[in-house]
Antibody, heavy 122, light 106 residues
Framework: QVQLQESGPGQVKSSQTLSLTCTVS??????????WTWIRQSAGKRLEWLGRSHTIGSTIYNPSLKSRVTISLDTVKNQFSLELSSVTAADTAVYYC??????????????WGQGTRVTVSS | SLELTQPPSVSVSPGQTASLTCSGD??????VSWYQQKPGQSPVVVIFQDKKRPSGIPERFSGSNSGTTATLTISGTQTMDEADYYC?????????FGGGTKLTVL
């Protein structure tokens, strides 16, 4: 059974960089079949996809955040990470890591972490 | 860019059929997935590729997608199905979610 677990600070100061790590167990992030993804959910409950990465080096970001977001993989530790720079209060949300299965014209997320709440403070 | 529109809320009586819709431009040309989220929990996929059910998801959950509207149907709705439901699709290899529908079973 694949499990994902987010970790990182629960509070980040405005204008600084938010950094989170997702540890994967029960499966390898080096598996070619899946992408590794970050999604966030604001207090208004809307889900927002932040981006995905694959071990072959393919990384795609949400265009609305592209200049601020970085996703990277560590195949040795079987982890992947999220960095979001220049945060503001609008970045306060629950952040989820997830495994994404991609096919010809779509994808879905079959495993999710439990989520970690990050608050941006001034 | 693609926008997915869901009604904010739907109510259904136990045992009845709930139909949750998701609308978007030429949505029928894309694969749609549906997620169930209960309070304090992570989303769980209940339908993917328009109409496929992951293992462990009850048969009362079904999906369809045509034209500009995808529909999640819950037949014989149970009180345990009360949750927020989100649709999801691709927009030129990026992912878009609908705003979610709160399903109330009463």
């Amino acid at each position: 059974q694949v499990q994902l677990q987010e970790s990182g600070p629960g509070q980040v100061k405005s204008s600084q960089t938010l950094s989170l790590t997702c540890t994967v167990s029960g499966g390898s992030i080096s598996s070619g079949s899946y992408y590794w993804t970050w999604i966030r959910q604001s207090a208004g409950k809307r889900l927002e996809w932040l981006g995905r990465s694959h071990t072959i080096g393919s990384t795609i970001y949400n265009p609305s955040l592209k200049s601020r977001v970085t996703i990277s993989l560590d195949t040795v530790k079987n982890q992947f990470s999220l960095e979001l720079s220049s945060v503001t209060a609008a970045d306060t949300a629950v952040y989820y890591c997830a495994r994404e299965r991609i096919y010809s014209t779509g994808s879905h997320f079959d495993y999710w972490g439990q989520g970690t709440r990050v608050t941006v403070s001034s | 860019s693609l926008e997915l529109t869901q009604p904010p809320s739907v109510s259904v009586s136990p045992g009845q059929t709930a139909s949750l819709t998701c609308s978007g431009d030429r949505l029928g040309e894309k694969y749609v997935s549906w997620y169930q989220q209960k309070p304090g929990q992570s989303p769980v996929v209940v339908i993917f590729q328009d109409k496929k059910r992951p293992s462990g998801i009850p048969e009362r959950f079904s999906g369809s997608n045509s034209g500009t509207t995808a529909t999640l149907t819950i037949s014989g709705t149970q009180t345990m199905d009360e949750a927020d439901y989100y649709c999801q699709a691709w927009d030129i290899s990026t992912v878009v979610f609908g705003g979610g529908t709160k399903l109330t079973v009463l």
